[in-house]
T-cell receptor, first 112, second 115 residues
């Protein structure tokens, strides 16, 4: 049962433009959401997170939006840079207990 | 720099052999470590959660006798794939956290290929 879904396996964006990565979840009990970035042959690295009590969290070029009623979150990267090219995983957890469920990932390619 | 070290990064071995993967937290004591498995183009699937000094908690569908997890110290957890077969070929990633609620730090993963 895939509780966290990233329906776009890939996304291509021009440098300087906005990248929007989407994630949907089915379990309304999830209360903490995270985005991870992964380069080939490396483990995921934490990017940004958001608690379910918020609807937006911003950190530099990265902003995560949470729409609880739609069970949807998105990651905005602006402006996109070629170094942002990687696979981005969305994850959700219950009671912030580290038991995370991951989406399948979206491969972002930022073209110079 | 890396805070979690995973070794080896790549293993190729014959069917029937057992393979041990190590996960070390480098500059903190990890009360909890997690083991994930990733198939190509699929998400990271949690296999088990291990707490130092106690038995690991396995996710539904994960064979505990097949995937032996030992968390003998606060800086080391090991995953042993026993009697590995080609269907066990996958990318295995560990993560570690100081305590419940803290961020997970991931290792770089181990690519396991069983011939």
């Amino acid at each position: 049962d895939q509780q966290v879904k990233q329906n776009s396996p890939s996304l291509s964006v021009q440098e300087g433009r906005i990248s929007i990565l989407n994630c949907d979840y089915t379990n309304s009990m999830f209360d903490y959401f995270l985005w991870y970035k992964k380069y080939p042959a490396e483990g995921p690295t934490f990017l940004i997170s958001i608690s379910s009590i918020k609807d937006k969290n911003e950190d530099g070029r990265f902003t995560v939006f949470l729409n609880k009623s739609a069970k949807h979150l998105s990651l905005h990267i602006v402006p996109s840079q070629p170094g942002d090219s990687a696979v981005y995983f969305c994850a959700a957890s219950l009671n912030n207990n580290n038991d995370m469920r991951f989406g399948a990932g979206t491969r972002l390619t930022v073209k110079p | 720099g890396a805070v979690v070290s995973q070794h080896p990064s790549w293993v190729i071995c014959k069917s029937g052999t057992s393979v041990k993967i190590e996960c070390r937290s480098l500059d903190f004591q990890a009360t909890t470590m997690f083991w994930y498995r990733q198939f190509p183009k699929q998400s990271l699937m949690l296999m088990a959660t291990s707490n130092e000094g106690s038995k690991a908690t396995y996710e539904q569908g994960v064979e505990k006798d097949k995937f032996l997890i030992n968390h003998a110290s606060l800086t080391l957890s090991t995953l042993t794939v026993t009697s590995a077969h080609p269907e066990d070929s996958s990318f295995y990633i560990c993560s570690a956290t100081r305590d419940r609620g803290a961020s997970q730090h991931f290792g770089d993963g181990t690519r396991l290929s069983i011939l």
